[in-house]
């Protein structure tokens, strides 16, 4: 995984996926499609008009299917389906086997053998591992992990923070 | 008493092991060595943070850290069912008998009798080379925190 020493928080980037209101205040989430804390978070901030960047954070002790969860929705972004799946996923947190990812894809669209290939290839590895690395160096100990204005917060949000992202969201954008 | 600060011998100490004779001063001589002081067995934040360190273990080990043990006031039992649930090779050392005696020779024992949330690295001198609490139990330290010491 290369160095894993501390190391500001990675810019958002092509390789990131981003979504919410264009100009919207932005946070970037660290998160895993195991995590309960985290399907909640995801789903909160889905109501809110907030742009959301998602990175993978699996921990194999915690979420022993984190990783493959993440592997598939990256081979799912590469035929253009990152947030359908995204979505699926947290959506049904019990089914994170084999066949329910093909159960997902097959529902979404996607070309099967293509996402099969994909999930379990490089590229999707790759990615998912650079995503990590880039978390640790920030930081990140758990999910989900939040930054906002490049500052950390750890596991749940609190209230507070709740509060201060609803302000945000409904600030005038100029 | 603070936290064991870098440049001192580590304190003479026994922790108790799941199998073997306990656990003592001369076992971190020859080799860098980490202990994770933490509160409780199966709390939430602890879960997480071996497994984090888990996760990272061969990179670790790759930094020059040569072994690394948790460290908690919970019996060799708890801590053996902990680390099966976990799937963890991380070895536990158990602060029992007297109850968080050598915790309070390190400086990291919490006034609430568990341990503070401490990483301590020691060198092959048994000297220690770093130490670390976190601001508050529930805090959970980053793994960048264990390589930014072993690069140091």
Not at chain 1, 49 to 57: D, E, G, S, T, Y
Not at chain 1, 142 to 150: M, N, Q, R
Not at chain 2, 50 to 71: C, I, M, P, Q
Not at chain 2, 78 to 90: D, K, M, N, S
Request: glycine share 10%; proline share 8%.
């Amino acid at each position: 995984m290369g160095d894993l020493r501390s190391a500001p928080l990675p810019p958002v980037g092509e390789d990131d996926h981003v979504r919410g209101p264009e100009g919207a205040p932005l946070v970037v989430v660290y998160g895993d499609y195991e995590c309960p804390f985290c399907a909640a978070l995801e789903e909160r901030l889905h109501g809110l008009a907030i742009r959301v960047v998602f990175r993978h954070f699996p921990v194999k002790g915690s979420h022993p299917r984190a990783f493959a969860a993440a592997c598939a929705a990256e081979a799912a972004a590469a035929q253009g389906a990152f947030w359908p799946m995204h979505d699926a996923l947290f959506a049904d947190q019990g089914r994170l086997e084999d066949p329910h990812l093909w159960d997902r894809a097959e529902r979404l669209g996607l070309d099967l053998a293509r996402f099969d290939a994909d999930r379990r290839g490089e590229a999707c590895a790759a990615q998912v591992k650079a995503d990590f690395a880039g978390g640790i160096r920030a930081g990140v100990p758990t999910t989900p992990t939040l930054f906002l204005d490049g500052e950390r917060h750890a596991g749940r949000p609190d209230e507070a923070l709740w509060a201060r992202l609803a302000n945000l969201a409904v600030a005038p954008r100029v | 008493m603070g936290i064991v600060e870098p440049g001192r011998p580590a304190p003479d100490f026994t922790l108790a092991r799941y199998e073997g004779e306990p656990f003592t001063r001369a076992d971190l001589e020859g080799r860098t060595t980490l202990l994770v002081f933490y509160p409780h067995a199966f709390s939430p934040v602890c879960t997480d943070q071996l497994s984090l360190y888990t996760e990272v273990l061969g990179e670790l080990r790759d930094a020059g850290l040569d072994a690394l043990y948790g460290v908690s006031c919970d019996s060799v039992w708890v801590q053996q069912a902990f680390r099966e649930q976990l799937g963890t090779e991380i070895e536990q050392l158990s602060d029992w008998e007297p109850k968080g005696a050598a915790c309070r020779a390190f400086g990291a024992l919490h006034p609430g009798g568990f341990p503070e949330r401490a990483l301590i690295i020691f060198g092959p001198d048994a000297v220690v080379r770093w130490s670390y609490v976190a601001p508050s139990p529930g805090d959970l330290p980053g793994a960048n925190l264990l390589f930014d010491a072993l690069a140091g």
